[in-house]
């Protein structure tokens, strides 16, 4: 099996668990990969992601063209942006409608420049800060552009009223972070109130040093 073929596979067995946990419904969200030659595989539009068919991902070539497969996902000017700005750091990219990071995004309060608490070392470790971005129609190409004014600074973007997207150096550490984020997400929701006792500054620092994580001021 070639590397593309094994990646096609991979693509559609990460969208398959993603939606049998609930974390993304109906025809909703989609996942991008890099390819060997520098193209891309793309969920096609109005797929959902339990039911793809690996030889009908969106193929598109490294100039951007589309080059076979389905029509690919309306979200490509969200996906681009992220492959645009952090260039070699990202090698794929998923989007979900996931419920509690959705829940978070719709209430007051929060932190826009780091909407989700440090409640635990491995959110910190594997999304830095997340960046609580404004409402945009489904498809709207001012999605890629709020992306790209973050400068290829953040990894993990959640989307007010839609839902999370995230960049990872290949899928498996995309699909995971993701999960890291609704994870979280949940547990934010679960003690809000409660004053619940999250990681120190001091201690988020040294998760930073350590692990050499992207953490801007």
Same mark, same amino acid.
């Not at 910190?124 to 190409?141: E, H, Q, S, T």
């Not at 050499?212 to 001021?217: L, P, S, T, V």
């Given at each position: 099996?070639?590397?593309?073929?094994?990646?096609?596979?991979?693509?559609?067995?990460?969208?398959?668990?993603?939606?049998?946990?609930?974390?993304?419904?109906? *025809? @909703?969200?989609?996942?991008?990969?890099?390819?060997?030659?520098?193209g891309l595989l793309v969920t096609p539009t109005g797929a959902s992601l339990g039911r793809l068919d690996p030889d009908r991902l969106s193929?598109?070539?490294?100039?951007?063209?589309?080059?076979?497969?389905?029509?690919?996902?309306?979200?490509?000017?969200?996906?681009? *942006?992220? =492959?645009?700005?952090?260039?070699?750091?990202?090698?794929?990219?998923?989007?979900?409608? *996931?419920?509690h990071s959705v829940a978070l995004s719709l209430l007051p309060g929060g932190d826009p420049d780091n909407l989700l608490p440090p409640l635990?070392? =491995?959110?910190?470790?594997?999304?830095?800060?997340?960046?609580?971005?404004? =409402?945009?129609?489904?498809?709207?190409?001012?999605?890629?552009? *709020?992306?790209? @004014?973050?400068?290829?600074?953040? @990894?993990?973007?959640?989307?007010?009223?839609?839902?999370?997207?995230?960049?990872?150096?290949?899928?498996?550490?995309?699909?995971?972070?993701?999960?890291?984020?609704?994870?979280?997400?949940?547990?934010?929701?679960?003690?809000r109130g409660a004053n619940p006792i999250g990681l120190t500054d001091t201690q988020v620092r040294d998760l930073v040093s350590t692990f050499?994580?992207?953490?801007?001021?």
């Open positions: 099996m070639s590397e593309e073929a094994r990646l096609r596979e991979e693509i559609c067995r990460h969208g398959r668990s993603l939606f049998e946990r609930g974390l993304t419904g109906g *025809a @909703s969200g989609n996942i991008s990969a890099r390819c060997p030659d520098g193929r598109f070539d490294a100039a951007g063209r589309l080059v076979a497969g389905d029509a690919p996902t309306k979200e490509m000017p969200l996906h681009g *942006a992220f =492959y645009g700005t952090r260039g070699e750091r990202t090698g794929a990219v998923v989007h979900l409608h *996931a419920t635990t070392a =491995y959110s910190v470790m594997r999304l830095g800060k997340v960046k609580l971005l404004p =409402y945009f129609r489904p498809g709207d190409p001012a999605m890629g552009d *709020a992306v790209r @004014s973050l400068g290829g600074r953040r @990894s993990a973007v959640l989307l007010a009223n839609h839902g999370p997207v995230v960049a990872g150096k290949d899928l498996e550490a995309a699909v995971c972070a993701i999960e890291e984020l609704e994870e979280t997400a949940r547990l934010a929701l679960l003690t050499g994580i992207e953490w801007d001021d």
